[in-house]
């Protein structure tokens, strides 16, 4: 039996089946995208640039296969990159007609096989086919090694025995129901061996057969499930080649496919190029020495990856080539916000209470804690940030007090308390020095982390940091992964486009 409780018990030497990849067209694919991009057309959602070209006419046809392009790069797309990702079964909202007239289609269903089970001789026809789809259920978990399972099935549930049996009245359904639930037992994951036991509670014909095509539903997701978690491993590359093929039958159906992309690396090269103005190396010290980045495809990319995280979703569109990972890095950028107002608030605290709090095991993860609750929410727009940190200035001060009383300290005077509720409260200030602070070392750290290539150990933490290191090597790891895979796929796009860029910014130094 499996170890894991999701993994059917027929998971063994389970094998991958990716889907096959067009090779012909991807034996150089770097080399094949770099000829076939077409840069400098303009977007249709900008009003501001004149078109250089007529707008191209799109059937609807070829518009629903770009759509059905997009649908299955996307799905490719979410297997690799989410490690959590799983088929549920759907829920229709309450209430809806679409779950109104599944559920009287189902009862209509049940009502006929229930009215044929109590004719008088009872009639078999509804009930025949239902063993039928449950014979094929079973036999589509077993694995070709499985001869014995496969025999039994195929013995036990041979519909033309059963229909002779119903023919001459001697048709035993509870015996079938028997079979079938043992087999049932058999194949299925150990997180289901609850619903089995209770399928053998049931001795009424009619809600037993529900419940046996209930449990198959979670079996049939159960073994879906386990074969996705067996070829992510071996997806990875695939799904690279995927994607780039996909996107680029969307690019030569649409042109303008990487407006926006070459905008958001425009803006990435110009601002090194600005700061590595403003950061000018003294005579005789080398960029690298001063701390000025080098302006290279490498470092505007990174550069480029980590304005991401400062990206205004409201007014401005997301780069194409990173709309499937839209809402990750949106949801990443928040949980940042949320980071460096919980790292100003521990710093401020410990810096008011001295070092008699900060050595004391488990008492930072309490507060963080206690703030992470407080500020749930803090980016929705009816969120008060004020009240919040007033309410988090009153438990961190109760929390302190608690504890330096718990260890023989003296609590906080009513003046220092004061002191500490009214920093917290000033940190809730869009200029707050001390947030800013937090904000770019942990933008550091991250940067540091992404221009360290694959190493797997973290850059050293950088002052001030120290009690929220966990989450930020969380956010760290999940990030550069994300980018690094974003790399992967659409790195002979990026650089073709920074070439071009580059080559541009470099004449223009030179005139």
């Given amino acids: 039996m499996s170890q894991d409780p999701t993994i059917p018990h027929t998971s063994e030497e389970k094998s991958s089946n990716s889907e096959d990849i067009q090779e012909d067209s991807l034996n150089n694919p770097d080399q094949s995208v770099r ?133 001459n009245g001697a048709l035993d359904i509870s015996r079938l129901a028997e079979f079938i639930i043992g087999m049932m037992g058999t194949l299925c994951a150990p997180v ?67 407006d926006f992309v070459t905008d958001w690396l425009q803006e990435a090269s110009d601002d090194l190029a600005n700061l590595r103005c403003k950061n000018s190396p003294s005579p005789g010290v080398g960029a690298a020495a001063s701390g000025v980045p080098v302006l290279c495809p490498a470092a505007v990319q990174n550069w480029a990856y980590l304005k991401l995280l400062k990206w205004d979703h409201v007014h401005r569109p997301f780069p194409e080539t990173l709309l499937m990972d839209h809402t990750r890095f949106q949801e990443m950028q928040l949980e940042l916000e949320q980071l460096t ?43 008060n940030l004020s009240e919040s940190l007033a309410t988090v200035g009153e438990k961190v001060c109760a929390e302190v007090n608690s504890c330096l009383s718990q260890h023989g300290f003296t609590p906080f005077t009513a003046e220092k308390e004061i002191a500490l509720k009214g920093q917290i409260q ?27 290539g694959h190493q797997k150990s973290f850059p050293a933490i950088p002052g001030g940091l120290g009690p929220i290191q966990r989450e930020m090597e969380e956010i760290a790891v999940k990030y550069v992964r994300l980018v690094n895979y974003n790399k992967m796929v659409f790195s002979p796009y990026y650089d073709v486009i920074l070439s071009k860029l580059l080559n541009k910014a470099e004449s223009q130094l030179l005139e």
């Avoid at 992510?232 to 695939?238: D, S, V, W």
Wanted: aromatic share 6%; with cysteine; glycine share 4%.
């Fill in 426 to 452: 000033t940190l809730g200030n869009s200029d707050n020095t001390i947030c800013k602070l937090i904000d770019s070392r942990i933008q550091a750290f991250l940067e540091s982390y992404l221009t360290s």
């Fill in 192 to 258: 289901r061996d609850e619903e089995i036991k209770k399928l053998k509670d049931i001795h009424e014909i009619v809600p037993l057969f529900r419940a046996i095509f209930s449990v198959l539903d979670l079996m049939k997701m159960d073994m879906a499930n386990f074969a996705i978690s067996s070829i992510r491993p071996h997806l990875m590359q695939q799904s690279v080649e995927y994607e780039r093929e996909k996107f680029q039958k969307i690019f030569e159906k649409q042109p303008n496919s990487l």
């Fill in 341 to 383: 107002l919980t790292g100003a608030i521990l710093l401020v605290m410990f810096n008011v209470a001295g070092a008699v709090l900060s050595n004391l095991p488990g008492f930072a993860d309490k507060i963080k804690t206690i703030i992470k609750v407080l500020l749930t929410g803090m980016h929705l727009p009816s969120f």
């Fill in 35 to 167: 000829e076939r991009i077409r840069p400098g057309t303009s977007s249709p959602y900008r009003c501001n640039r004149a078109q250089s070209s007529p707008p191209q006419v799109v059937s609807m046809e070829e518009l629903m296969e770009t759509a059905k392009g997009v649908s299955n790069m996307a799905l490719a797309h979410e297997i690799v990159v989410n490690g959590g990702f799983q088929i549920k079964p759907a829920e229709l909202p309450e209430g809806s007609l679409e779950k109104t007239v599944k559920e009287i289609v189902h009862k209509a269903f049940w009502d006929c096989l229930e009215a044929q089970l109590s004719e008088d001789p009872p009639t078999y026809d509804h009930s025949i086919k239902l063993v039928g789809e449950i014979k094929e259920t079973l036999l589509s978990f077993l694995l070709p090694g499985h001869t014995r399972l496969r025999n039994q099935i195929t013995e036990v549930l041979d519909l033309d025995l059963i229909k002779q049996e119903a023919v």
